[in-house]
């Protein structure tokens, strides 16, 4: 059995399972499908996907989700304005339990898109409590590899992003010349109105960037950016993987991490997605309370440079890893233990495929961790001046300082 048939048999949401055709195949097919989890925004989060839309036939999957929880109030009355917005604009055409196809034609927000609703935040159907983001991605990339099973989506890749992004036009195109494989957009956070919001948000995709080229320093695999809004999948391997974690963080991590394991995780060029710089408590971590962190002013702080360092050096010398880890660095001591058990099982032939596989990007961030109780988090002008792998000053403006590094992940 296919590897997507098997996990849309076994493994996918019910919403996958259960998703009536006959409407869809009315419209359809689709060039392209892309997903977005939707709480508590307006009709324009529908803008995200203009750009590319306007370019090919795109189905939108949107997963519009809330709590059953009387702290989820307010998030179930946004979501219905939302819900009742789309279909005052455009007919609903049942086709599931909770699902409805839309043909939008919007003057007003430039947009004419067929729009697959998803409707999770209406009780009895809204999320438990425990609920979150991850599982709005799993609904929503699920139905997206149920279409391209059955026919009507042409491309083979999944997408996905979020109501605050801005996709560019050419979003979809430059994955065509791809292997179908696993992808990740480039990005800058855009000024959407609040200076203070914008300042902190600009100091988090600092420090996000420097973690990435901090691992490439250290020749980690894992040196991609792991930011739901900028994933395509290819469905076969999103499949392998049995698709996105249901958590409420993280799951855009978990997901790549995985991936990473089956091949390459590719960094796509071109424009970038724009990410709306807003406050957001949606997650437990993330951008969202990061920001709220630098707002009430927590100064901003990132990894030692001598801890990717000692990752590159326990990097160089896994395949032939020393039988003891260096006495100044006991961290080491469960990475090469783990080394010697693999060498002893797989042997010199299968050995250099089956290292990534066990020292992922969890386990590499485990490693990281453990690092920093040695060496804690610096403040950003000292890590900076302490970087190897970085040569600009932290006096520089906040986007001069982003494009900075922009430009150093563009040059791999």
């Avoid at 455009?90 to 699902?99: F, I, K, S, T, V």
């Avoid at 030692?304 to 080491?332: I, K």
Wanted: net charge neutral; aromatic share 6%; glycine share 6%.
């Amino acid at each position: 059995m296919p590897a997507t048939a098997k996990y849309l048999e076994r493994f996918a949401e019910p919403e996958a399972r259960l998703l009536e055709l006959a409407a869809l195949r009315e419209l359809g097919p689709w060039t392209h499908a892309i997903t977005i989890p939707v709480r508590c925004e307006s009709i324009d989060c529908l803008r995200a996907v203009a750009a590319p839309a306007a370019r090919a036939r795109t189905l939108l999957v949107l997963v519009v989700n809330a709590a059953d929880d009387p702290q989820d109030r307010e998030d179930q009355r946004q979501n219905a304005a939302l819900i009742a917005g789309l279909r005052a604009r455009a007919e609903a055409r049942p086709c599931g339990p909770g699902l409805a196809l839309h043909r939008l034609t919007e003057p007003e927000l430039e947009l004419e898109l067929d729009v697959l609703l998803v409707d999770r935040s209406t009780p009895p159907r809204s999320f438990s409590a425990r609920e979150g983001v991850g599982l709005a991605r799993k609904i929503g990339a699920d139905l997206i590899a149920r279409l391209i099973a059955a026919g009507l989506i042409d491309s083979p890749w999944i997408h996905t992003t979020d109501a605050d992004a801005e996709l560019p036009a050419e979003h979809f195109d430059r994955l065509a010349t791809l292997p179908e494989g696993a992808a990740v957009a480039p990005f800058r956070h855009v000024d959407a109105g609040d200076p203070a919001v914008y300042q902190a948000t600009l100091r988090y995709e600092l420090s996000l960037r420097y973690y990435v080229l901090g691992l490439r320093s250290a020749g980690s695999p894992c040196a991609f950016h792991t930011i739901g809004s900028l994933i395509s999948v290819a469905a076969p391997l999103y499949a392998k993987v049995r698709g996105f974690p249901r958590r409420q963080a993280g799951e855009d991590f978990y997901l790549l991490d995985k991936l990473a394991k089956l091949g390459p995780v590719h960094r796509l060029d071109g424009a970038p997605v724009r990410l709306r710089s807003r406050r957001s408590t949606r997650t437990p971590f993330g951008t969202g309370p990061a920001v709220e962190s630098l707002l009430a002013g927590k100064l901003l702080a990132v990894y030692d440079p001598r801890v990717f360092e000692v990752l590159g050096r326990a990097l160089a010398t896994l395949a032939e890893p020393p039988d003891h880890a260096p006495a100044d660095l006991p961290e080491l001591a469960d990475w090469y233990r783990r080394a010697h058990e693999l060498a002893d099982r797989y042997g010199p032939e299968q050995l250099p495929t089956r290292l990534p596989e066990h020292f992922d990007g969890f386990r590499t961030l485990k490693l990281i961790h453990a690092l920093t109780a040695r060496w804690p988090k610096l403040p950003w002008s000292q890590a900076l001046a302490r970087a190897r792998f970085l040569d600009f000053s932290a006096e520089l403006p906040l986007e001069v300082q982003r494009e900075q590094l922009a430009t150093l992940e563009g040059s791999a």
